[in-house]
């Protein structure tokens, strides 16, 4: 049977009818695998399967979010009408070959084989559809022009994007080259900027921009490099446990001075020996004295403690109770030392405590060193016990409330790295000739940069949306939506590994090139890798938050 072919008005209804059978197809899924899991209580029985619900649910999301922008602007953006279908039958095609491999633990049956499905899951898959979609995403350079329905948002977008390319591209190779910490100009400028208050209330010197607003200056900073997007985040995970479960003197003293950048934040939560369960944290924190001042005594080791060299303080998350299990022996410190630059320091008390730092060599997010620090009998008073005394034990709860924005941020960097990616690989195929034309104008190329530039807007349109809902969700009076607790995960999953891929692809376009650390693109690559690491390893956030999470209910 001949496959109709679909104009371009026909795109947004065809996207629309594949991403309903979608969502409809992992409702099922999600309600086969609960039963299997008795509603994710034996999830580890069936990490496997789990992981396949996580993934399969996350790209039904971001489908779903794409189509919906698209939607919302009636005809506007016809590359990201293309791009929804050719997402949207990507996803279906997914779910039938998943499937196929698993029909029990999935139980879809033949939901997905309606004949008038698959014509329009083909005609998005098609050679012809996204060869060319790429082809216009070759015309613009790989720059996309996503319409931001919020005012502050779309124009924060444009002064960072201005900012970026003039403050941090001339900068940004130079910095992964040599190894360079993020210049102190650069950390100033961003400060009189407002991004180290971001998410701080007005009545505590900050810019409360708002999630998207954050979201949307992350992309924009990674794009240029993903140190600069970064640098925001650690300010952004403490200024959060401040806010949820900080005291009213804390706040005051702590909030405004992160706001100004006057201090640089450093977050320590991993061990040596203790990663994505941070519940077993060992780090001790023991009570005491120190000349008259009462206080506590940190002994332990940390690793991957980003930018931990710089910072001023340190948000520190140790064990306050060993007769507690898990979690609820934990309690979060604010740590105060003073800047060190360079690969290693050691920090010392006048009564004898110490921090000794050193920083772990790292194929690509460079510019702000990630540390293992050993503390021993470091003192730190009772008034940086986050929470004061109803704080204690209460330390993992804040620090993972603010680890959910650093996803959500995360998202954010991921899709400002894929684009970068993406715009990059364009402007090599439109200049790179070989055997006596472009290699844009390749049937290849345009294919390949074709889904490049679906999965990056895929991801982008999750991210956004997770901004919107958890935003929603911490201005509501009630408890947390299914949505707004799971979404972020969902960002920072989906975004992350586009990144990855999509960079490696634009590599790949470069050639031999691509291989050149004189090039930007070698840099999108290394970068790119350490984002389905952190803010919760690629595992972690399948399993234990997005599985877990679906698969409960709630």
Not at 241 to 268: M, N, S, Y
Not at 401 to 429: D, I, M
Not at 444 to 468: D, E, F, N, P, W
Request: aromatic share 6%; glycine share 10%.
């Amino acid at each position: 049977m001949m496959m109709a072919k679909l104009t371009d008005n026909d795109h947004l209804p065809a996207a629309r009818t594949l991403v309903d059978a979608a969502v409809i197809a992992v409702a099922t899924a999600i309600t086969a695998s609960a039963e299997l899991t008795d509603g994710g209580k034996t999830i580890d029985d069936h990490q496997v399967h789990a992981e396949r619900v996580a993934q399969l649910a996350t790209f039904a999301r971001a489908a779903e979010e794409l189509v919906a922008y698209c939607e919302r602007q009636a005809g506007a953006d016809a590359t990201a009408e293309a791009q929804s279908l050719a997402f949207a039958a990507e996803v279906v095609h997914k779910l039938r070959s998943e499937n196929e491999a698993a029909p029990d633990l999935l139980a879809l049956g033949t939901s997905l084989d309606d004949p008038a499905l698959l014509e329009l899951m083909r005609a998005g898959l098609s050679d012809a559809h996204v060869t060319a979609l790429g082809a216009n995403v070759l015309d613009a350079r790989g720059a996309h022009a996503t319409v931001l329905e919020d005012q502050i948002a779309a124009m924060t977008r444009d002064q960072f994007r201005t900012f970026a390319r003039t403050e941090i591209v001339p900068i940004a190779q130079d910095m992964h080259r040599e190894d360079h910490l993020v210049p102190e100009e650069l950390i100033g400028k961003m400060a009189g900027l407002g991004l180290f208050g971001s998410s701080i209330p007005e009545e505590f010197g900050g810019t409360d921009m708002g999630l998207l607003t954050m979201v949307v200056l992350t992309e924009e900073l990674s794009a240029a490099s993903l140190v600069a997007g970064s640098l925001i985040t650690r300010s952004e995970i403490l200024t959060r446990a401040l806010a949820q479960g900080g005291t009213d003197e804390q706040r005051q003293a702590w909030l405004p001075r992160i706001a100004t950048g006057e201090l640089i934040v450093g977050i320590c939560v991993t061990e040596p020996d203790i990663g994505s369960d941070v519940a077993s944290v060992q780090c001790k924190a023991t009570p005491g004295e120190l000349d008259g001042q009462q206080g506590w005594f940190i002994d332990g080791a940390k690793a991957w403690a980003t930018f931990a060299g710089r910072a001023n303080i340190l948000a520190l998350l140790a064990r306050t109770d060993f007769d507690e299990p898990g979690a609820r022996g934990l309690s979060l410190f604010i740590v105060p030392k003073d800047p060190h630059i360079g690969h290693s320091f050691v920090q010392e008390q006048d009564g004898g405590g110490s921090i000794t730092g050193n920083a772990n060599p790292t194929p690509g997010y460079r510019g702000m060193h990630s540390f293992t620090l050993a503390f021993d009998r470091y003192f730190v008073p009772d008034a940086n016990l986050v929470g004061g005394e109803a704080g204690l034990g209460r330390g993992f709860y804040l620090q993972m409330g603010g680890f959910a924005a650093g996803r959500l941020q995360t998202g954010g960097r991921a899709t400002g790295v894929g684009q970068a990616s993406l715009e990059k690989a364009c402007n090599y195929a439109l200049d790179r000739r070989q055997f006596e034309q472009p290699i844009a104008e390749y049937q290849l190329t345009q294919h390949k940069i074709g889904r490049m530039s679906t999965h990056v807007a895929a991801g982008r349109h999750l991210t956004y949306a997770a901004a919107v809902e958890m935003q929603e969700d911490e201005r509501a009076p009630t408890g947390a939506r299914l949505g707004a607790a799971v979404l972020p995960a969902m960002a920072k999953l989906f975004a992350s590994d586009v990144a990855v891929w999509v960079s490696q692809e634009a590599q790949l376009i470069h050639g031999g090139w691509g291989y050149s650390e004189e090039d930007p693109v070698a840099r999108y690559v290394v970068d790119a890798l350490v984002l389905p690491i952190f803010e919760g390893v690629k595992p972690i956030l399948e399993l234990k938050i997005i599985a877990r999470q679906l698969l409960a209910g709630s």
